[in-house]
Nanobody, 127 residues
Framework: QVLLVESGGGLVQAGGSLRLSCAAS????????MGWFRQAPGKEREFVAA????????YYADSVKGRFTIYRDNAKNTVYLQMNSLKPEDTAVYYC????????????????????WGQGTQVTVSS
């Protein structure tokens, strides 16, 4: 089992940047495929980005491709989401999630694939 704790959210102007962190405890992040999701008020949770268990492959929603980067620091046992060129429509609560160990499904965008979730961190982008 793994405990996930997000941090790094906040208020930023459009065009700005934020880096979200997802610190894991209980097991190393290199054991899991990890993802970031977000949920805006009144909307469903949506996929943002994911990194495979090997760390070799990353996946992005079309809406963030070219602006966001997911990466992992095994030494710090942390997964990051670097967000650049932020837009007001990026405003949401951002959640970090992990698949079960041994889940090598190629599906990363479906939140049902993930069984461990953090508490979320608020990102607000002002226009």
């Amino acid at each position: 089992q793994v405990l996930l704790v997000e941090s790094g959210g906040g208020l930023v102007q459009a065009g700005g940047s934020l880096r979200l962190s997802c610190a894991a405890s209980g097991r190393t992040v290199s054991s899991y495929a990890m993802g970031w999701f977000r949920q805006a008020p009144g909307k469903e949770r949506e996929f943002v980005a994911a990194i495979s268990q090997s760390g070799f492959n990353t996946y992005y929603a079309d809406s963030v491709k070219g602006r966001f980067t997911i990466y992992r620091d095994n030494a710090k046992n942390t997964v990051y989401l670097q967000m650049n060129s932020l837009k007001p429509e990026d405003t949401a609560v951002y959640y970090c999630a992990a698949k079960a160990v041994g889940n090598y499904s190629p599906i990363y965008s479906n939140h049902h694939e993930y069984i461990y979730w953090g508490q979320g961190t608020q990102v607000t982008v002002s226009s």
